[in-house]
């Protein structure tokens, strides 16, 4: 790659790095108080400011994707597709950031050799997300290799692909988490767990008793009903056989980052 290119790529990724850590200060503030005056000017000059950065990295065209998922951004919908007018400020925050990490994922897989693209937007592919707060050391270069499928998947219109990946994702973490735990630990907390092993569980099980446990918060409520039964639809075969959303998918994606961020709060 052409250093000129690498530096400006380089640039971009400490300037995006920078917006993501304000972002994430900015959440954790209007969740405690989203009426804060100081913190609702510091949010607008940060939305400014990303508005900025994703005109930029999308060439100035709003059909780009980068450029949609921000305008998105600030749209909640129902199930069936209608717009919320009312979303608190943290949400919208949230959901930012969550593109901001599209953003970051984009640019550092770019000039990676054929196949990933060479452009200076960010449409390529993604780069492998780091699962370092996953204690089942084997089980990080798996769920680093569906993340990256699952978010090429998204880009390409696949959206089952994608909404299966995150929800693969989504269970494999959670239940690495419940296991690190314990069930004596669980036990210890009064917290009422299913029979049998972790991995014997169901998905919805697993992330009940992790959210009774403070493993995770209250993100999974946003979790799209298909998501929550994407290992029970299949054919004779096992095959999954589900008719999935853009919306849908970019959800599950979304509640994916959310859980990330409550297990790895350092992020």
């Known amino acids: 790659m052409d250093e000129s290119v690498r530096s400006q ?43 900025v950065a994703i005109n930029q990295l999308s060439g100035g065209s ?60 960010p449409a390529a592919a993604p780069l ?6 996953v204690h089942n050391t084997d089980l990080r270069p798996v769920v680093e290799q569906t993340y990256a499928d699952s978010r090429d998947a998204f880009e390409r219109g696949r959206y089952e692909e994608a909404l299966i990946n995150s929800c693969g994702i989504l269970e494999a973490i959670v239940t690495d988490a419940l296991e690190y735990m314990g ?8 917290i009422e767990v299913p029979p049998g092993k972790v991995a014997d569980w169901s998905f919805d099980d697993r992330l009940a008793v992790a959210e009774k446990a403070g493993i995770i918060r209250g993100g999974c409520a946003r979790l799209p009903e298909i998501a929550r039964k994407y290992r029970d639809v299949t054919d004779a075969d096992g095959n999954p056989q ?15 980052h959310v859980v990330m961020r409550d297990l790895d709060p350092g992020r």
């Open 9 to 51: 790529i380089d640039s971009n990724l400490s300037h995006i790095d920078a917006l993501i850590r304000r972002g994430r200060r900015l959440c954790e503030a209007l969740a405690k108080d989203p009426t804060d005056k100081s913190t609702l000017v510091a949010n607008r000059a940060w939305q400014q400011d990303i508005g």
């Open 62 to 121: 709003k059909a780009h994707w980068l450029a949609r998922s921000f305008s998105e951004a600030f749209l909640l919908r129902t199930e069936s597709g209608q717009v919320i007018e009312a979303v608190a400020p943290a949400e919208i925050a949230e959901r930012l950031v969550a593109v901001l990490d599209q953003a970051v994922i984009s640019l550092s897989r770019m000039g990676m050799g054929e196949g990933h693209g060479t452009s200076s937007s």
């Open 128 to 133: 492998p997300r780091r699962f370092d707060f």
């Open 183 to 190: 069930l004596d630990s669980l036990a210890s907390r009064a």
């Open 242 to 256: 589900l008719s999935v959303s853009e919306q849908e998918a970019k959800r599950t994606t979304q509640v994916l």
